[in-house]
């Protein structure tokens, strides 16, 4: 097993200033695995909004009981040494049996160049071989989050009785609003 290494994150100083922030990271722990970044997607709406300061988590407390921002503390302050929420790794080291060396995962950890996983706390996918690893990118947030917009539009034309994703939208003109990767 490696020693520590250094990782380094993109994330944000103030309004307006992104940043390296860098940290020391030990070998993985028992039931762990190490990942080395590919590919990370840069969010250009949600991420754009903590570099411009207009992120309303800068600005008002969260209240997650009733899923709402209020007036009071701000959630988040910066620096933000931490954004990101689309990144796909190369498995280099495990210290468990759920993946092996040279597995290709995506998952969400951060725009960091590399990651130490708790395969029992953290959501990832082990992707095929025969897919692009750049596709990783949406495995984690954007692809979900399309599929629950496709579930939804399958659960008003057919109930309860979904059985695929095209359910709703199969031989149908479909209306998409919006150009961003969840509309395109």
């Known amino acids: 097993m490696a020693d520590t290494r250094t ?9 307006g200033q992104a940043y390296f922030f860098s940290y020391e990271e030990g070998p993985p722990p028992e039931n762990h695995f190490r990942v080395d970044t590919l590919y990370t997607g840069i969010s250009t709406g949600t991420e754009l909004t903590f570099f411009t300061g207009t992120n309303p988590y800068l600005h008002s407390a969260w209240d997650a009981e009733f899923g709402l921002f209020r007036p009071g503390e701000a959630s988040a ?18 210290r468990t049996k759920a993946v092996k060396v040279g597995d290709v995962v995506g998952m969400t950890y951060g725009h960091k160049t590399g990651h130490t996983v708790n395969p029992l706390h953290e959501f990832y996918v082990t992707l095929p071989a025969d897919i692009d690893p750049l596709l990783g990118i949406y495995v984690a947030q954007m692809g979900p989050i399309c599929a629950n917009g496709i579930l939804h539009a399958a659960a008003d034309q057919a109930g309860y009785d979904v059985r695929t994703l095209g359910d709703g939208v ?5 209306l998409v609003i919006g150009a961003g990767v969840v509309g395109q």
């Open 7 to 15: 990782i380094r994150s993109l994330g944000v100083k103030d309004v």
């Open 77 to 94: 302050h910066f620096p933000l040494p931490f954004l990101g929420y689309m990144e796909v790794g190369r498995v280099t080291e495990s």
């Open 170 to 174: 199969r031989g149908r003109n479909v």
